[in-house]
């Protein structure tokens, strides 16, 4: 069963950063896309951003385009979420997982815990 962990959220300022990081015990992590999801308090879950297996493309929602940027290291399994100029409105439970569909906010596997970002204005 594929494991994901999260980590590297915390409280911090407007226009401040984070850099989020999800471990995953997938063997075939090389060869799969990964996304990073977020879900705010009272609301559904949503895409924030995708790489692609090899790291050569990623894809970000509006909200974060400019701010976020995702990278892989796949030697480590790991994905990572660097997060800059953070807004209250990012404020959220961010998740990794493998994309079902382009932009939705399915994931192929179970989730895991998250990690909390808080964004104090």
């Known amino acids: 069963q594929v494991q994901f962990v999260e980590s590297g959220g915390g409280l911090v300022q407007v226009g401040g950063s984070l850099r989020l990081s999800c471990a995953a015990s997938?063997?075939?992590?090389?060869?799969?896309?990964m996304g990073w999801y977020r879900q705010a308090p009272g609301k559904e879950r949503e895409f924030v951003a995708r790489?692609?297996?090899?790291?050569?493309?990623?894809y970000y929602a509006d909200s974060v385009k400019g701010r976020f940027t995702i990278s892989r290291d796949n030697a480590k399994n790991v994905v990572y979420l660097q997060m800059n100029s953070l807004k209250p409105e990012d404020t959220a439970y961010y998740y990794c997982?493998?994309?079902?569909?382009?932009?939705?906010?399915?994931?192929?596997?179970?989730w895991g815990q998250g990690t909390l970002v808080t964004v104090s204005s």
């Open positions: 997982n493998r994309p079902r569909l382009w932009g939705g906010s399915d994931g192929w596997d179970a």
């Open positions: 997938l063997r075939t992590f090389a060869t799969n896309d």
């Open positions: 790489i692609t297996w090899s790291g050569g493309s990623t």
